[in-house]
């Protein structure tokens, strides 16, 4: 029966510095706490870029929603087409709401802040009840025209 090896040592002018399977650990932790501070950075910026972020997604969910609108009422897409993309993108609008929400903004950015949740909210509701309700043709367009404007009020980050 073989008897294990024992652990490998550094030398260091004589001295022993470290066992090396000691070494090989401490480096293995070193470099995980060193991702995982690099992922936290990455996804965590200041409130403008978070902020930006979102209302970008925002703005793409609404403008989508205003395409299917419009295709809709070009009779290109079907009835149940539309709907079932108008609920998608209201499930999307309520989760970056949500996300918006939660951004603590600084003192002179929270009336604009604010006016921005109820802007997203506000597109969310209306396309939440064009998808559940479903919509005429002529309505269609106007919905979309609506959409589009609502994204005028959301600031380019």
């Known amino acids: 029966m073989a ?3 024992p652990p490998r040592t550094l030398l260091w002018k004589g001295h022993e510095l470290y066992p ?12 995980l706490l060193l991702s995982v501070i690099l992922l936290l950075t990455a996804g965590c910026g ?11 997604e925002a ?6 929603s205003a395409y299917a609108l419009e295709h809709f ?5 079907s009835g ?3 709907r079932a993309s108008l609920e998608q993108y209201a499930i999307a609008m309520k989760s970056t709401a949500r996300s918006i929400s939660s951004l603590e903004p600084p003192p002179d950015a929270r009336e604009e802040h604010r006016q921005e949740v109820e802007t997203v909210s506000r597109a969310r509701s209306l396309v939440q009840q064009a998808g559940h ?13 609506k959409l589009r404007s609502i994204t005028q009020e959301l600031k380019e980050p």
């Open 133 to 145: 309700r479903g919509i005429a043709l002529k309505r269609a367009k106007e919905l979309a025209q």
């Open 20 to 31: 090396a399977r000691t070494r090989d650990r401490r480096i293995a932790a070193a470099l």
């Open 59 to 64: 703005r793409s969910q609404v403008l989508g």
């Open 3 to 5: 008897l294990p090896e």
């Open 73 to 77: 009422g070009d009779g290109e897409v």
């Open 80 to 82: 149940p087409f539309l």
């Open 46 to 56: 200041g409130y403008s870029s978070q902020a930006g972020k979102y209302l970008t």
